[in-house]
């Protein structure tokens, strides 16, 4: 579902995003070096953030549209530029949880980006989210018992356990498979964000 609003002069299209959608555009490493840019200096253009990032203007522009579309960004026109700002859209019920989440872990000391973009895969398919949504609500599961509960084939799900367990998210013991309690911070963000995509299937 898209609607249209007006944020001072600027006409955007917004979506009500699911969080694997939403993972799926934090999911690139431009994007995600964009949204540093604007969570460190705050109402950069899209000239600047482009010049902070190496990034050619028209891709930092798509960059901050996809952003944005998603709620994490606001954008505001001052005469001939748009300005973004690291606010979440009101409308978007995962952005503000998220956008704090990701700034916690995107402004630490080092290089956190690598870490951050693989746990993100982990999000950016909806039946892993079904996946790891029964196993916080259940706990462990035999892979019978998973394969029942979520209805999705033997073959997908052992794909995406796999994936799900290279990626750190889940692990499997003699009492079949569950969320590893051992996973980072921005992990448990993520999996904290799961109770707010109550329909994971949905756009």
């Not at 290089?111 to 999000?123: D, G, I, N, Q, V």
């Not at 999705?152 to 499997?172: C, D, P, Q, T």
């Amino acid at each position: 579902m898209a609607y249209f609003h007006i944020l001072k002069g600027v006409e955007c299209m917004s979506f009500h995003p699911t969080l694997w959608r939403t993972c799926r555009v934090l999911a690139n490493p431009r994007r995600l070096a964009c949204l540093k840019a604007v969570l460190t200096t705050p109402g950069g253009t899209v000239g600047e953030t482009a010049a902070a990032v190496g990034l050619p203007p028209d891709q930092a522009s798509l960059c901050l549209r996809s952003l944005q579309a998603r709620g994490l960004l606001y954008a505001v026109r001052k005469s001939r530029w748009v300005h973004y700002y690291p606010r979440p859209d009101p409308l978007v019920p995962i952005a503000a949880p998220l956008l704090k989440g990701v700034r916690k872990s995107l402004l630490k000391k080092g290089k956190p980006e690598r870490r951050m973009l693989r746990c993100l895969t982990a999000f950016t398919h909806p039946r892993r989210l079904v996946i790891l949504r029964l196993l916080q609500q259940n706990g462990p599961m035999s892979f019978p018992v998973l394969a029942r509960s979520s209805r999705i084939s033997h073959a997908a799900l052992f794909r995406h356990l796999r994936k799900l367990l290279e990626r750190g998210l889940v692990l499997e013991s003699d009492e079949g498979w569950a969320i590893n309690p051992d996973h980072d911070t921005f992990a448990d963000a993520l999996l904290s964000l799961l109770a707010f995509d109550a329909e994971p299937f949905a756009r």
